[in-house]
């Protein structure tokens, strides 16, 4: 579940990770995490898609998309304690790994070498995605931005809806429309 991040762990170490994992079963359209809550998870995908979205001006804008393999979390409202503007939700039925925040950081105490690699993997991976977003919104062609998206997020772009594909994009879904079809 974790492959993407390369990093190899001891059964002991295994063992002890999922002794602090919840899973948990969402339906499509089920919110994960409401606005206003504070975050405490990190929320591991097996199965299915999730998307942090947030609301402005009467609508929802897509924050990010995570699937099989993916971890997602509100990260500002996690390290600062603080209740979250974004809300999770299970964009398809899917399969999620609650992961507690306090027993993750309890656990990268107890075996620093591997949960730390691995957090500091997942961190890294964070970063990369939110700068290359923030990129492809300041300097690309809503058609670059499209194609980008497609290629970093093959399985999200075939399984998304048009709605919440456009709104991460920052288009409206007929402007998405016309660009999936060449006219733009």
Same mark, same amino acid.
């Given at each position: 579940?974790?492959?993407?991040?390369?990093? =190899?762990?001891?059964?002991?170490?295994?063992?002890?990770?999922?002794?602090?994992? $919840?899973?948990?079963?969402?339906?499509?359209?089920?919110?994960?995490?409401? #606005?206003?809550?504070? =975050?405490?998870?990190?929320?591991?995908?097996?199965?299915?898609? @999730?998307? #942090?979205?947030?609301?402005?001006?009467?609508?929802?804008?897509?924050? /990010?998309?995570?699937?099989?393999?993916?971890?997602?979390?509100?990260?500002?409202?996690?390290?600062?304690? $603080?209740?979250?503007?974004?809300?999770?939700?299970?964009?398809?039925?899917?399969?999620?790994?609650?992961?507690?925040?306090?027993?993750?950081?309890?656990?990268?105490?107890?075996?620093?070498? $591997?949960?730390?690699?691995?957090?500091?993997? @997942?961190?890294?991976?964070?970063?990369?995605?939110?700068?290359?977003?923030?990129?492809?919104?300041?300097?690309?062609? =809503?058609?670059?931005?499209?194609?980008?998206?497609?290629?970093?997020?093959?399985?999200?772009?075939?399984?998304?809806?048009?709605? /919440?594909?456009?709104?991460?994009?920052?288009?409206?879904?007929?402007?998405? =429309?016309?660009?999936?079809?060449?006219?733009?």
């Amino acid at each position: 579940m974790l492959d993407k991040y390369n990093v =190899s762990f001891s059964e002991k170490s295994i063992e002890k990770l999922t002794t602090i994992l $919840e899973r948990k079963e969402y339906l499509k359209d089920e919110i994960i995490l409401n #606005q206003g809550q504070i =975050s405490r998870y990190m929320y591991i995908v097996e199965k299915g898609i @999730i998307r #942090q979205f947030y609301y402005k001006d009467g609508r929802n804008i897509t924050e /990010h998309f995570s699937c099989e393999g993916d971890i997602a979390t509100c990260l500002e409202s996690l390290f600062l304690k $603080e209740p979250t503007r974004l809300l999770v939700e299970a964009i398809e039925p899917s399969v999620i790994y609650l992961l507690d925040y306090a027993k993750w950081e309890m656990l990268c105490d107890e075996y620093p070498n $591997e949960f730390n690699k691995l957090y500091r993997r @997942i961190m890294e991976y964070k970063l990369i995605v939110s700068q290359r977003k923030a990129d492809s919104w300041r300097f690309e062609s =809503s058609h670059e931005r499209y194609e980008r998206f497609c290629r970093e997020f093959p399985i999200v772009a075939r399984r998304a809806s048009i709605a /919440h594909i456009a709104s991460y994009l920052l288009m409206t879904p007929e402007t998405l =429309s016309r660009v999936r079809a060449g006219i733009l």
